[in-house]
């Protein structure tokens, strides 16, 4: 059973556009939603994160928009870089559990 | 600041042998877990250890061991490795649970 439901699988953008990834979730305990970029041979690094009780969180040109009542959250990457060329992971844990359940991933190309 | 650091990088074992990752959290961070990456796909968990205990562990087999130390770093230990183990292990460290760190992850192949 997977959990977490991420989609595109892949997306390509031009440099300046808006990108946008989507995830969907299953288990209404989850209460962190994080997004990891990865590059290759990389580890993820934490890109933004939300807790439920917050529609949306703006962190430069990131953004995360929350629906409870849907179980979805989305990330949207405003004025798109050819180096923001990466795969996104949207994940979900419980509180204090650490656990996270990943997406499969979203690979996204900026073409310049 | 030392982010998360992880050894080896790159690893070859043999299908049937025992391999040991290393992995040293973030400073100030006491919470270590352990995720299988297969290519192309987002990490699974595979366990997690607070104050040297395993607090949870995701649907791995009993090949799939660990340990925290004192000064909370950690080892995953996989028995009698399959080709199927071949993955990128990525160690996450967090303070008491919340937002985790990964490491830069030990490429493991089994051949």
């Known amino acids: 059973q997977q959990q977490v439901k991420q989609s595109p699988q892949s997306l390509i953008v031009q440099k300046g556009g808006i990108s946008i990834i989507n995830c969907a979730y299953e288990?209404?305990?989850?209460?962190?939603f994080p997004w990891y970029q990865q590059f290759p041979g990389k580890g993820p690094a934490l890109l933004i994160a939300?807790?439920?009780?917050?529609s949306e969180k703006k962190e430069g040109r990131f953004t995360i928009s929350f629906n409870k009542s849907a179980k979805q959250f989305s990330l949207h990457i405003m004025d798109s870089q050819p180096g923001d060329s990466a795969t996104y992971f949207c994940a979900a844990s419980m509180s204090n559990a650490g656990k996270s359940t990943f997406g499969d991933g979203t690979t996204l190309t900026v073409k310049p | 600041d030392a982010g998360v650091t992880q050894s080896p990088t790159h690893l070859i074992k043999t299908r049937g042998q025992q391999v040991t990752l290393r992995c040293s959290p973030k400073?100030?961070?006491?919470?270590v877990s352990w995720y299988q990456q297969a290519l192309g796909q987002g990490p699974q968990f595979i366990f997690q250890y607070y104050e040297e205990e395993e607090r949870q562990r995701g649907n791995f087999p009993d090949r799939f061991s660990g340990h925290q130390f004192p000064n909370y770093s950690s080892e995953l230990n996989v028995n009698a490795l399959l080709l199927g183990d071949s993955a990128l292990y990525l160690c996450?460290?967090?303070?008491?649970?919340?937002?985790?760190?990964f490491g830069p992850g030990t490429r493991l192949t089994v051949t």
């Open positions: 939300i807790r439920p009780d917050v």
């Open positions: 288990n209404t305990a989850f209460d962190y």
């Open positions: 400073s100030g961070h006491d919470t």
């Open positions: 996450a460290s967090s303070f008491q649970g919340y937002e985790q760190y």
